[in-house]
């Protein structure tokens, strides 16, 4: 069942200090978190009717859920039980700093029925982490995603791609993105380093210190990284910041693009067409992908239909109900294989 959620933002709050690229304020638009009062009242009005909520969960997101004072925390919480007892929602999901879980506090959590928590690992590579005034290592989110998982807890995992001191980001980005599926999360979210106004990161950028990703650079190294996960039954449930207004008002430079992930995915359909089509004459192709994947396949802006033409392939692309994820099918052996269907 495909989960919806009411977000909650407590931007910054339990936050030790301000990691190089992060201003939750910016990023969500909030700028205080909300009252246990404020809460009880957008649940009443925004979630379902009473038993309707089994695919709503209420989230708490922005800041590092498990460090904030902790009868603040009991307030937030306490707060959606009501929600929760009626039916309204499913389950309470959070986001934490891997060095801000253990086994108390985890216990805690479960008596207040929060289900999913997610961790911000951003990368595991310790000196990347110390540069960007992580304050936890690598260790520390095994140690974390481990907990999380031996107490039944539905484990999510956040990483970013062109961190100042990563080096090279295609390499660097697959390297933390194997590290983080061997600790078998549920989710991952990728988020491409942004440079925001009033940043660490920002000051480095103008100090000569820091580059951020292109689109294209940020795109060559997180599109891989959607097929890895997805290869180990890792549902990839973000990739790119959202924006809501606040974040395009203090992006100072960076990779955003408002459909980043369509053009993750336009790059992975590349990858495939060109090996589909290696060997291949020139001229005019039909090619057949699954339900829902057309715009996928033909790219932003019809990006990949103008490069394969460019170099005299033709293509139409076309949906077809025997595929499934990111298959692709050209016409001539499709046409053997399902010859009764309307695909064509
Ligand atoms: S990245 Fe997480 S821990 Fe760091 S400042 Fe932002 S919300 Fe806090």
Avoid at 107 to 132: C, F, I, P, T
Wanted: net charge positive; proline share 6%; charged share 20%.
């Amino acid at each position: 069942m495909r989960q919806r959620r009411l977000p909650f933002f407590i931007p910054h709050e339990g936050c030790p200090h301000r990691c190089s690229f992060c201003d939750q304020r910016a990023i969500s638009g909030a700028q205080r978190p909300p009252t246990p009062q404020q809460i009880t009242a957008q649940c009443e009005a925004l979630l379902p009717a009473s038993g309707a909520g089994a695919d709503f969960e209420i989230a708490f997101f922005g800041g590092s859920f498990t460090a904030i004072p902790r009868g603040q925390m009991i307030a937030f919480l306490e707060a959606a039980q009501p929600f929760l007892d009626a039916g309204r929602a499913a389950g309470i999901r959070i986001s934490t700093r891997p060095d801000a879980i253990d086994p108390e506090i985890l216990a805690l959590l479960a008596r207040y029925r929060v289900r999913a928590v997610e961790l911000g690992a951003q990368s595991m590579d310790d000196a990347v982490l110390a540069q960007n005034g992580r304050g936890h290592t690598a260790q520390q989110t095994r140690q974390a995603a481990q907990l999380l998982r031996e107490s039944g807890f539905s484990l999510g995992l956040q990483m970013m791609i062109g961190l100042p001191g990563e080096g090279e980001p295609v390499r660097a980005a697959r390297e933390t993105a194997l590290a983080l599926a061997a600790l078998q999360p549920d989710t991952v979210r990728i988020y491409p380093a942004l440079v925001l106004r009033g940043t660490q990161m920002e000051e480095w950028m103008r100090q000569g210190r820091y580059r951020p990703l292109t689109v294209e650079q940020a795109v060559a190294a997180a599109a891989p990284l959607l097929a890895l996960f997805e290869a180990k039954g890792i549902r990839v449930i973000r990739v790119g910041l959202q924006d809501d207004g606040a974040l395009r008002q203090n992006l100072v430079a960076g990779p955003y693009h408002p459909a980043f992930r369509q053009l993750c995915e336009g790059a992975l359909y590349r990858t495939a067409l060109a090996r589909a089509l290696d060997g291949r004459s020139p001229g005019a192709y039909r090619v057949a992908v699954a339900p829902g994947r057309v715009s996928d396949a033909v790219g932003q802006q019809r990006g990949n239909l103008a490069y394969f033409a460019a170099r005299g392939y033709r293509l139409k692309v076309v949906s077809c109900a025997a595929l499934a994820g990111r298959e692709i099918r050209l016409e001539e052996e499709h046409q053997r294989e399902c010859e009764e269907t309307t695909c064509f």
